[in-house]
């Protein structure tokens, strides 16, 4: 007879992990107990076969259940009679909020059981899936604190919910057609409703459909909806993601590689960026890339139980602002010819996740569902700090005692509409988390409406360099999820569209060790302030000067000697539009990212590339050769000398690479430099974990705070 008591930390409470030891300590006859505590679950277990159970249990978790300590310990046998989920411990404080998850195989199963009592339910959903993020209202995580609270279990669903053995067991939205929330349009209700959306869709209507974060706009893809869906959303040339099927669907449309599709078929079921392998020009026009993603809620999953085709799936929302997640908003809204809705209050909105795949690692460009929020525990205690963010693609971050919180994504704090999410956001946190901010960190730019917040809050306050958060950020998951030691050097670069820097000027081109400035890509001027990051030909005329090149009309050239409206930069992001525009690719910026995007479609491969020079860390490519080349080379030309220049620097200083900042979501640039840094031997990191783009510049200026005090 042996026994062992097993601490467990890491993902392990609320994603039915009890009734997984529970069920396994049974099988194995075996006595004790588990429960939750501050740190995460606490089992004994005594038995014969009490050995077995610790070489077991790791390999059989949860889907949702993700291991990172297992503390195991000999003890002597109690004596004990039973096995039983015991009551959680006093030192428990908190519980986190988990992300939403999409539908698990189980319920899947379920749904399509004609046998099963939740056969066709649309609001199937156990411990191991989902939605948690958008509907609670308090913690702890309980039914009473979520917007389930107004449906009251029938006796059916309350059996499984007190069963430690059923997968139901304390889900806290469990639900059935007898007591749940109902879905519905007109007067068409559940299954009928879902039946007239499929009828709908196949006729070229453009529906509402209210998802777990909020509401999508959804058509048939590749008809004239999606014409009519981009005219009445004043979308310009701005992609739409697609929903497929099945990952065989997916195939047929777009090349995906192993690691590709185990992140589109994950739990986090994000929108995965691959490469066309049909046109979807009316999806994704002038691009060789298509958002992707499958049916991740119940009401999905049935709705494409119903049609032969794929559906263009996008955010309802009005240019920049926040997902829609009211009824009424979606109906005054008037884009959708009819709403698909139920009747559970979405508490707070939340967007679909973006990833790309590099070298089959996922590259976030957006943490939403499945995938924030997301909490650490940290090895040191943090005094109340909050983190608000930049300006765009906005997040928060949150420090208390041993914690580190990151939200998911808030959008463009640019509109009212935002800025109301994003302050219900950081009040909603630190209500349920119960904490105060001491300290606010923020950027350093004066004019984000974000600082501005920071500063009005009367507490103490304190501004990180973009840039410097960028590099922050990628040590924060060096450090959390691979345990790297703070201490080790890299030379790191941050590379985006527009950072505040200590001089003045808008960096964006930064190369840093430890935290100081080593390098930078020479300034710039450019005429016309924010106007020039949708007009590229201002980019590219103020290049073009500094290279004693004539190519601006003569108020251009009148801003540019009296310097008026005039600022001066080292962007990369403005160096993408310039030569987008030099290349003749494009002369307006559709949307973010669309001048790398045309580059990179336009790029053939080779070596060639332009002369460029460092002195006294200033870099600068002979922009003068470029302008004149063959317009046909110049995006080739211009990658390359790209990944030259990293690679040079990382061979002068000698110190592995670290990447940052939102031009590396350029995947043939990215692509391109590890596969230089490969060849020579240089190491590297690049986050797969946080986004690499302006998502986590909150998460960085508070791994900065935690780094300094
Ligand atoms: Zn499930
Ligand atoms: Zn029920
Ligand atoms: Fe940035």
Known sequence: MQAFKILVSGRVQGVGFRPFVYNLARSLE????VRNDAQG?????????????VERFGDELPPLAKIERVEVTKISPQGLRRFEIKKSQNGLKRTFISPDMSICKECLADIFDSNNRRYRYPFINCTHCGPRYTIITDLPYDRKNTTMAPFVMCMECQKEYEDPTSRFFHAQPISCPNCGPRLYLDSLKNYEAIQEAARLLQEGKILAIKGVGGYHLVCKAKSLAVEELRRRKRRGKKPFAVMFKDIEAIKEACEVSEAEERLITSNENPIVILKKKEPFELEAPDI??????????????????LIDFALVVTSANISDEPIVKDEEKIRTLGIADEVLCYDRKIERSCDDSVAVCVEDKPLLYRLGRGFAPRSFKLTSSLPPVLAVGAQQKSTIALGFEDTLILSPHIGDIANIESFEYFTKVVEDFCRMYEIAPRVVVHDLHPLYETTKYAKS???????????????YAVKAEMELIDHRLKEERFLALAWDGTGFG?????????????????????????????????????????????????????LFDLGYEKKINTFTTSSVGRL????????????????????????EKAYRGGEDRYDFDIKNGKISIDFGSLIQDDKTLIPTRFLNTLADIVVTLAKEYGLPLLFSGGVFQNKTLLKLSLHRLQKEGISYFVPSLFPI?????SLGQLWWFKSHF
């Open 30 to 33: 075996l006595s004790g107990y």
């Open 41 to 53: 679950v606490e089992i004994v277990v005594e038995g014969e076969k009490a050995q077995e159970f």
């Open 288 to 305: 060789d890339r298509l958002g992707v993603f499958l049916p991740y809620s119940p009401i999905y999953v049935l709705l494409f139980d």
């Open 457 to 471: 809050l009367g507490i103490q306050t304190i501004g990180v360099q973009h840039h410097l958060a960028h590099v």
């Open 502 to 554: 200590t001089d003045g000027a808008i960096w964006g081109g930064e190369f840093f060790v430890e935290d100081k400035r080593v390098a930078h890509f020479d300034y710039f001027d450019i005429v016309g302030g924010e106007r020039a990051i949708k007009d590229i030909r201002l980019s590219a005329w103020g290049l073009a000067k500094k290279y004693g090149i004539q190519m601006g009309d003569r």
């Open 576 to 599: 993408f539009d310039a030569v987008a525009y030099f290349a003749g690719l494009a002369s307006f910026q559709e949307y973010e990212g669309y001048t790398g995007l045309l580059i």
């Open 693 to 697: 783009n302006d998502g986590a510049i």
